[in-house]
């Protein structure tokens, strides 16, 4: 099994609508991150947190919001969907001592 | 404005010569560079890092070259096999854990 697990793998959904895509780890690590993934444009943070209760906008966190529900949990939100946030959206882990990000395999999102 | 940039939006290679990945950032406050490689339909995998206090890195046939007067660095891949055929990405940190990521390059192992 994947260290990092993204649910769903693919969704297509209509402008309007609210879509949760989510994360679980089970590296026991607290630094759990979204990504976005745009051609040309690389990664770009969404959202980060370091721990439980700690929760950090990023980069590109206009028309999201995340929860930390656990230690192995990071969901991600969009409360209403639009075109331009169609996109492959990446969870990832990191280590307290580690350089290294670990990432889930990704959830392809389209908003028609 | 990107801080890290890959400037080569994709190469062509042939297999068994050398391949270099560049890339180049504006922020002297990162002091830690990273390259991810990227098959389709899966997640970015960590391939080799490099330390700000380096400015050389090597691992079995990858190499991180790192010149930070020139806020540049290099992934070396040598000899290029078309298992190689991958986007990479490179990423940097500022000691603040997040990383900032280039815009990656689409590289083509041709046999």
């Known amino acids: 099994d994947a260290d990092v697990t993204q649910t769903p793998r693919n969704r297509i959904t209509k402008t309007g609508k609210r879509i949760m895509l989510e994360c679980s780890q089970t590296?026991?690590?607290?630094?759990m991150y979204w990504y976005r993934q745009d051609p040309g444009l690389g990664l770009r943070l969404i959202y980060y947190?370091?721990?439980?209760?700690?929760?950090n906008k990023g980069e590109i966190s206009d028309g999201y919001s995340v929860s930390r529900q656990a230690q192995a949990k990071f969901s991600l939100s969009l409360e209403s969907a639009i075109p331009n946030q169609t996109a492959l959206y990446f969870c990832?882990?990191?280590?307290?001592?580690?350089?290294?990000?670990?990432f889930g395999e990704g959830s392809r999102l389209t908003v028609l | 404005d990107q801080q890290v940039k890959q400037n080569s939006p994709s190469l062509s290679v042939q297999e068994g010569r050398i391949s270099i990945l560049n890339c180049d950032y504006t922020?002297?406050?990162?002091?830690?560079f990273l390259w991810y490689k990227k098959y389709p339909a899966e997640g970015p995998t960590f391939l080799i890092s490099?330390?700000?206090?380096?400015d050389k890195n090597e691992d079995g046939r990858f190499t991180v070259f790192l010149n930070k007067s020139a806020k540049h660095l290099s992934l070396h891949i040598v000899p290029s096999q078309p298992g190689d055929s991958a986007v990479y990405f490179c990423?940097?940190?500022?000691?603040?854990?997040?990383?900032?990521f280039g815009g990656g390059t689409r590289l083509m192992v041709k046999p």
């Open positions: 490099i330390s700000s206090i380096k």
């Open positions: 590296k026991g690590h607290d630094r």
């Open positions: 947190s370091f721990d439980v209760k700690d929760i």
């Open positions: 990423a940097a940190d500022d000691a603040g854990n997040m990383l900032t």
């Open positions: 990832a882990t990191r280590g307290q001592t580690t350089g290294e990000l670990f």
């Open positions: 922020n002297s406050m990162f002091d830690y």
